[in-house]
């Protein structure tokens, strides 16, 4: 790729670094494989072992709100209307300094929380990375 582009990605990879770190905070995606004992038993066995790997990393939560109209109608009513049973929330993080690739197999811990990715969005004008958007629910 070109020199002038490779500045442009560069700049974008920072800016989205610098707001994540501002409007985010620390978390860790976390990523388990396990070594089964007996091949011949994929389902499992007594002597698997189960290996996990955590990235440290920053990470911008979005939360993804109900439609302006329930709130509305909520607040007016006073009465809550059948929440979400599911909270779901996306999570940004910026692709630089990440030295692995966020996946649907990850969890992402958050403090005491533990959020499961249910999809993977990478933002990338080209082929470079700029940061990753996580579909979570906890």
Known sequence: RGDAMSQVYDRLRDSAEKLVKDFGRPIRLSV???ALADPAKPWG???D???TTTYLTTGAFVNEVGSDLEARLSAVSRLVLSPVEVNEARVVIAAKGLTVVPSTEMQILDGDRTLEVKKVETVAPGDVAIM????VEN
């Open 32 to 34: 388990s494989a396990t």
């Open 49 to 51: 072992t189960v290996s």
């Open 132 to 135: 990753y958007v996580l579909k």
């Open 45 to 47: 066995s007594n002597g």
